[in-house]
């Protein structure tokens, strides 16, 4: 009786759970999951990006904590979302969004580009 309690109130909770913007606690399904401080958190890892898809909601900012795990720096180059930015080998930079358009924005590590690359896709 009791698990069918907790169960219950978990279902619930989680089914409490919508909204579009992208933050600590309440997130949709759709959108990559943010942290506590609600940053996306991409592990840079054998010159890899992961998740190398981030789904993000448009019209909303967004900040992406890269966590370069790798020896060597990387940098988070984007033509299509303005951006650029050299992550120290075993550091972190937070790479800020400003609201974007629906659509998908690649991404690559400049240094690595076959194989760290990936992409933001706004819905």
């Known amino acids: 009786m ?3 309690f907790i169960y219950a109130l978990i279902l619930l909770a989680i089914g409490a759970g919508g909204g579009a913007a992208i933050s600590a606690g309440a997130q949709n399904a ?3 999951s943010a942290d ?3 940053q996306i958190v991409v592990i840079l890892q054998n010159h890899a990006f992961s998740p190398a898809e981030i789904r993000v909601p448009a019209g ?3 900040q992406i904590l890269v966590k370069n795990v790798d020896a060597t720096a990387e940098e988070f180059d984007s033509p299509a979302l ?3 930015k050299v992550i120290g080998g075993g550091s972190e930079g937070v790479v800020r969004l400003r609201p974007l358009d ?3 924005y ?3 590590g400049e240094y690595h580009s076959d194989t760290a690359k990936g992409v933001v896709v706004a819905e």
């Open 106 to 108: 690649p991404f690559t």
């Open 60 to 62: 909303k900012r967004v």
């Open 2 to 4: 009791a698990r069918s």
């Open 82 to 84: 303005k951006v650029e």
């Open 30 to 32: 759709k959108y990559t």
């Open 102 to 104: 629906p659509g998908s």
């Open 36 to 38: 506590a401080s609600g």
